[in-house]
């Protein structure tokens, strides 16, 4: 059963349909004691890093989200979700993030090196190329993703499994051991992001056999 | 590289979608899954749901559209009309929709960008702007209620108010093109698309696959959105796909 943060940020709504057309059972919580409950967990969200985070810690969902993952459970985190698992963000000010994954989000320069002006956000469909081996992407062929985001995560290459180009390397898929995340919407990225869940929600079931 | 979106709009009134009469096929061109399910296989890259409902009873019936085709489709959607204060965006959110979009209420009360962006984020919010060439003003002018009473805005100061208060995407229509199947309005589009930092989406007149390519190349939208050629069958999502490509335009 995957648990769904609800931390009152975020299309809770797109996600636990998403799963529902792969005919996996969900629930959607804003309580660490229910959500320890599940085999596997999704933190969705869009909106500000900040705002988020301080939901997060007012329900104590940041410390049971450590410990969620340090007890082995799998985790991932979707578009603002994914930018929540690494150490720090830019956005509004510095703003402290779960330290799952290391890292820093920032945002996108807006210009490039020869300072022609490119849009911010970065909206709408881009390839990805998958980097390294992950079990997420097993099977899978990289293909055109939803994205919408102005910041992202400038991390290390062993923690990149895909990116996309816009202006810079984007990180689109990242992973540390049992925590994943999306900076894209797998639920919003047709065939290939429903893959992409499957894959993950069979990671689970995996454990949850084991 | 990002590609170049494509994106059907459908009218939708007291929760079924009107002007969806052409398409045979279905068992009930009225039905919102069925068209939006039609499109996601077309290849659109994103929909738009525009309610005309006149009543308050229609309106309300917009939230049961969204979360049924919320819950049929894997590519993104947007919602306008009729969205006048942050609990209705809340309400066609929570509902599932990805982006609201806002027009009327918008330029009547500017503070409902920043209340919106603020709150769901800049990519949630579309500004849709109707603009006219206005020969005094040299200029395109806003038009509201839709596209029935001038402003006092012109169409690029407005673009950049609306950027500045957090619109994440400008809507743009032409309302000279607009049913004109002409070919979008170039001039307009490109000058409100050098002129701001997010994505613009060119709307109005696409008549032909060629009408793409011009928004897009000498237009420089982001995006380009067209109804009742979709609609009545002139020419297909998949078919406009398959020439940009051809023309070496950056499609999915």
């Known amino acids: 059963m995957i648990g769904i943060v609800d931390y009152g940020m975020g299309n809770l709504f797109s996600v636990s349909k998403g799963l529902e057309r792969l005919g996996a059972e969900s629930f959607i919580s804003d309580d660490p004691k229910e959500l320890s409950k599940s085999t596997g967990i999704i933190l969705p969200g869009v909106g500000s890093f900040r705002d988020a985070m301080s939901l997060l810690e007012k329900q104590g969902l940041d410390d049971f989200l ?45 210009e490039d090196v020869s300072g022609k002006g490119y849009k911010v956000p970065h909206m709408g469909w881009n390839r990805i190329e998958f980097k390294q081996t992950s079990p997420v992407t097993e099977g899978l062929e990289a293909e055109h993703v939803y994205f919408v985001h102005s910041y992202f995560a400038d991390t290390g290459d062993a923690y990149i499994m895909a990116s996309a180009t816009y202006d810079v390397e984007v990180p689109a898929i990242v992973a540390k051991g049992n925590v994943f995340g999306m900076q894209f919407h797998p639920e919003k990225s047709g065939q290939l992001g429903m893959s992409l869940l499957r894959n993950y929600l069979s990671l689970v079931e995996g454990k949850e056999k084991a | 590289m990002l590609t170049k979106r494509i994106i059907p709009c459908l009218d939708v009134k007291d929760g ?36 005309i409902s006149a009543s308050h009873e ?68 579309v500004v849709a702007i109707d603009a ?21 805005w012109e169409v690029i100061d407005w673009a950049k108010e609306a950027v500045s208060r957090g619109a994440g995407e400008i809507l743009l229509t032409s309302m000279d093109c607009d049913g004109e199947k002409q070919g979008f309005n170039i001039a307009l589009t490109k000058a409100v698309s050098e002129a701001v ?40 999502v998949k078919e406009v796909k398959a020439f940009l490509k051809q023309q070496g335009v950056v499609v999915r």
């Open chain 1, 66 to 110: 450590k410990e969620y993952v340090a007890g082995g459970g799998y985790l991932l985190g979707i578009c603002l979700g994914m930018q929540l698992l690494f150490d720090e963000s830019e956005e509004n000010g510095p703003a402290q993030g779960l330290s799952l994954i290391p890292g820093k989000i920032v945002r996108f320069k807006g």
């Open chain 2, 16 to 51: 079924r979608v009107v002007k969806g009469i052409q398409f045979v096929s279905l068992r009930d061109a009225g039905d919102p899954v069925e068209l939006a399910t039609f499109y996601d296989q077309e290849g659109a890259d994103e929909l738009v749901f525009l309610d």
């Open chain 2, 58 to 125: 229609g309106r309300e019936t917009i939230v049961d559209v969204v979360q049924a085709v919320a819950g049929s489709l894997a590519i993104p959607f947007t919602v306008g009309g009729g969205i006048n204060s942050l609990a209705d965006m809340k309400k066609i959110l929570r509902a599932g929709a990805d982006k609201v979009s806002l027009n009327t209420a918008a330029v009547l009360r500017p503070e409902l960008i920043n209340e919106g962006s603020n709150y769901f984020g800049a990519q949630c919010i």
């Open chain 2, 132 to 152: 006219r060439y206005d020969e005094e003003l040299g200029s395109w002018r806003v038009y509201t209620h839709g596209g029935r009473k001038p402003t006092e």
């Open chain 2, 197 to 236: 930092s997010v994505p613009v989406i060119a709307s109005g007149g696409a008549g032909n696959a060629e009408h793409f390519q011009e928004a897009f190349e000498e237009g420089k939208a982001d995006a380009a959105l067209a109804a009742s050629i979709f609609h009545y069958k002139e020419t297909s």
